[in-house]
Structures are given as C-alpha cells and as structure tokens.
C-alpha cells in the first residue's frame, strides 16, 4: 500500500531503505539502520511526519533537505551578496566564524539549542553581542534564502536569538597625550601602525592591508576590496603622515636566511603581515594607565580630532570612510572637557551680548580663545 510506505535493501549497502509518498511523489532515502525492526521505526516515523505535512500541521523534510550543509547555504548567500553588490570584507570576516562552528553540519541538524549553545561559547571567549549578532544575523539570511528558492532547498529554519545590544555603543577616544603614553608601551612594529590608526581613523584591517603599490606620489589609497564599506579612498600624505611613511620605507628591508627582502606590505612584522596583536596592545594600554582600552578607539579619536580641528564633516568622512552621517555623529565624542568649554562660550557669549544690547548694538558673535 501506498500509504504505508515500504522498507527495502539495496544491493552494495549495509543499510535498509524505506520508500514512501506525499503528493504523489515517491521519496527513497537511507534508514541508516541494519536492523530491520529499528529501520521500521524510521519509517513509520517517516510516515507521521508525512501525514502532519499533508494537514499542514508539520513542516516535511525530504531526503534531499537532509543532506544539504550549512557551508551549502552560506555559498548561496555570498552569491546573492556578490549580485546585490553588498559583498564586503566585514560580511565575509562574520560569515568565517559560522563556517567555522556550523560549516560541516547537516542543515536540518542546526537547532535553536545548538544555536545558544554557539552563543554562550563566542560570550565566554569575550566576543560583544553585536559581533555574534552579525554572524548569526547572516546565518539567519542563509536559511531563509534556502527556503524563498525555487524549488525550496529548505522548508523550516530554526529560531535564532538575537542579544541586546544597547550597551554596545562604545564612548572610549585617547587624548594625544594618552595615545602617546600607549605608542612608547608597543612593540616597534606596531607603533606606526598605531599612528596612522590614529591620524586617519582607517580601521585596524585596512591598514594591514596597505602595500607599497598603494603609495602613489604624496596620496595614499585604500582599495576597495579591502574597505569595510566595499568603497575605496585615499588620503593626502603630509606633516606626520608623510614623516611616518619616510619611517616605513627605511624599515621595508627586512633580513631573511636568503638575504634583505623588501617587505611588500608597508605595515608588517619581520615581513609577515601583521594579524593578531591583542595581547600586546591590552598591554600597551595597562602600562599607559588605561586598561581595557579598545584599538578601534583610535579611530573615533581621529574622528574627534578632525571635528574640532574645523575640518567639514564630508572631508573628515571622506578620510575615515564613515558612509552615514548617523555613524560618524556617534564616533564624534563629547568629553567632559567639551561641554565645560561649550558653557564657557555660552557665558563669554551672553556677557558681550548685554553689553552691545546695553550700548544700542545688536549682538556679535563672541570669539573665546
């Protein structure tokens, strides 16, 4: 009977197979069982499953949606990014993590528990929410794109938390004074790398990717396959910028057991890329007297030091490659020291002002060295 399905043994496997229907279509799959009492379990289970699908109260999963992997799914998805044009250095670095844990695994094997699971170890190895958000964010896409396919690859995905990030928004900037203290506790290599974070506000993975080829006369640019926003810049080399690029050209020439090699990357360490340097920067800054202090704080420093260096908002965004006015206006920080300075204006401002209404005139702007 059609109904009740059958069990069966291919020649060549050690396996039972079961065979079964579900809007006129026949479905085989392996029972993975060589008992035949267990291989009939598998399919009667297999049936229950098939007639919840047929009153709409299950979804049905085929033998076909068993065997697609997450990796499967995240390829589909970094093609739709390609197409879209929203390929990004940043997409790709958030989708390794899920390739990593999730890759290999069967699709319909990926739970909400296994998903909290991912979760708590990524908060336990001290990673913020908006970091596993992303990640998980992109996980979530694949899924869904499997399912809007034609014909579906998938029929369910699993329910993916998302973590508060409302205490994400960091407020950290370094003083010129403070940076200082910072770039004398590096390593020789990283304190132009340090530097240059802190003049230009690029991010920690753009400059690391910055080769002598992209030196052009006194401008410096930025590739686009190598910037967050997939869009790339340049920058004027002048004053310490064009000093710290003089430094960086003296040190290219690196010993090597064949002889002096001319480092290819303008940043590097003993010709290596420079990758990961967390242990000695929380170091730097413990030694600086401010521990736990945040490298990407370098870039909202230079953000603050453009704004009330008086450089316009478009020029500063186009140096540090902020697309949305909303983002920059967050990394353009206000400290204590600001809002003293802005009462002390406001105050200059009101005296001068009673005095010119006093004497007939109309008020001036005040100026407050």
């Not at 190895?125 to 998980?136: F, Q, T, V």
């Not at 200059?348 to 005139?361: D, L």
Request: net charge positive; hydrophobic share 35%; aromatic share 10%.
């Amino acid at each position: 009977m059609r109904g009740d399905g059958r069990i069966y043994q291919r020649p060549g496997s050690p396996f039972f197979w079961c065979a079964y229907y579900l809007d006129g279509k026949q479905y085989r799959e392996s029972t993975e069982e060589t008992d035949e009492q267990k291989a009939r379990k598998f399919l009667r289970n297999k049936l229950k499953e098939v007639g919840a699908a047929q009153i709409g109260k299950g979804a049905f999963i085929g033998p076909q949606q068993r065997r697609i992997t997450v990796n499967e799914l995240l390829d589909a998805l970094e093609t739709a990014y390609r197409i879209d044009g929203k390929d990004s250095p940043q997409f790709k670095s958030h989708l390794k993590a899920i390739r990593v844990h999730f890759g290999a695994w069967r699709a319909v094997n990926v739970t909400s528990d296994a998903i909290d699971d991912f979760i708590e170890a990524r908060l336990e190895d001290e990673y913020k929410p908006a970091s596993i958000n992303r990640g998980l964010q992109f996980l979530g896409q694949s899924f869904k794109l499997a399912i809007r396919s034609t014909p579906p690859k998938l029929s369910t995905a699993p329910y993916i938390r998302h973590l508060d990030e409302s205490g994400n928004v960091r407020q950290g900037f370094f003083g010129v004074l403070e940076f200082r203290a910072v770039e004398s506790n590096l390593p020789v290599y990283l304190k132009d790398f340090a530097r240059f974070a802190f003049l230009t506000g690029w991010r920690r993975g753009e400059i690391a990717s910055l080769r002598w080829e992209d030196c052009d006369g006194d401008v410096i640019q930025l590739r686009g396959e190598n910037a967050k926003n997939g869009q790339g810049r340049s920058v004027a080399l002048d004053g310490e910028l064009a000093e710290l690029i003089d430094r960086r050209q003296k040190a290219r020439a690196t010993k090597t057991k064949s002889g002096v090699v001319l480092a290819s990357l303008i940043f590097h360490h003993g010709g290596n890329p420079i990758v990961d340097f967390r242990k000695a920067w929380a170091s730097a800054c413990k030694l600086a007297g401010c521990p736990g202090r945040l490298f990407h704080d370098l870039r909202r420093s230079a953000v603050r030091n453009m704004t009330r260096a008086g450089v316009s908002q478009t020029v500063a965004m186009a140096i540090s490659g902020h697309k949305t006015d909303s983002m920059f206006r967050r990394y353009n920080i206000t400290s204590t020291a600001d809002l003293r300075d802005a009462m002390q204006r406001t105050e200059v401002y009101r005296i001068t002002a009673a005095a010119e209404e006093a004497q007939g005139k109309p008020a001036t702007m005040a100026k407050v060295q």
